[in-house]
């Protein structure tokens, strides 16, 4: 198994553009996480699905973030318009059921300018 | 959600055991511990996670008190790979399952 796939590894943007992040969870798993890493908060739970339904968002910064699973296969992250604060690494991670290990993808780094 | 305390900062040699301690004394009956890692640039990675008996797999060992409140993980011959953040977790059981909060952590560093 490949593991979760994110994509792309590293973005910067400038501010006010929109930036997606993408995710490929590990096929067969029904949970899939957001979360988000910077050297202030450390780890932060953003959103989680639960067969493609998004079950709690409480973690999600502002409206400017938005997160969909469209399929059992793909999660995307979004941010409009970005700002320099949203500056972090950003993981996906899947699970295969609720009380299951997390299998963490390797992130994608942000960078807002 | 129960909180834990690590040591900010450890190190071992390389090919001794690296224990490394966790503290968690206002965990309840159904929540259990788990242990993670993250290699600089990577993504957290699961070690090993325990209810109230000692668990071992590959990686590592898991042991528990008996009161529950501390925990530590055992890498029995640490190698320079295994220089990382440690993460010690308390996962609440039930409806919360999902919410796995991470803390600071232990800087674990393998010297030659």
């Known amino acids: 198994d490949a593991g979760v796939i994110q994509s792309p590894r590293h973005e910067v943007t400038e501010m006010g553009q929109e930036v997606t992040l993408r995710c490929k969870p590990i096929?067969?798993?029904?949970?899939l996480f957001w979360y988000r890493q910077t050297m202030m908060r450390g780890l932060e739970l953003l959103i989680y699905?639960?067969?493609?339904?998004?079950?709690?968002d409480s973690g999600m910064p502002e409206d400017r973030f938005s997160a969909k699973m469209p399929n059992a296969s793909f999660s995307t992250l979004k941010i409009q318009p970005s700002e320099p604060r949203d500056s972090a690494v950003y993981f996906c991670?899947?699970?295969?059921?609720?009380?299951?290990?997390?299998?963490f993808g390797n992130g994608t780094r942000l960078t807002v300018t | 959600d129960a909180k834990t305390t690590q040591p900010p900062s450890m190190d071992c040699a390389e090919g001794r055991a690296a224990n490394l301690p966790c503290n968690h004394s206002?965990?309840?009956?159904?929540?259990?511990v788990y242990w993670y890692r993250q290699i600089h640039s990577q993504g957290p990675q699961y070690i090993i996670h325990?209810?109230?008996n000692n668990e071992t797999n590959e990686m590592a060992s898991l042991i528990i008190t008996e009161d529950r409140k501390s925990s530590t993980l055992i890498l029995p011959h640490a190698t320079l790979r295994d220089t990382a953040v440690y993460y010690c977790?308390?996962?609440?059981?039930?409806?919360?399952?999902?919410?796995?909060?991470f803390g600071s952590g232990t800087r674990l560093l393998v010297r030659p």
């Open positions: 699905f639960n067969n493609n339904v998004p079950i709690d």
């Open positions: 977790i308390v996962r609440p059981g039930g409806d919360s399952s999902y919410k796995l909060i």
């Open positions: 325990g209810l109230k």
């Open positions: 096929s067969g798993h029904d949970y």
């Open positions: 991670a899947s699970s295969l059921v609720a009380d299951s290990p997390l299998h």
């Open positions: 206002t965990i309840s009956g159904n929540e259990y």
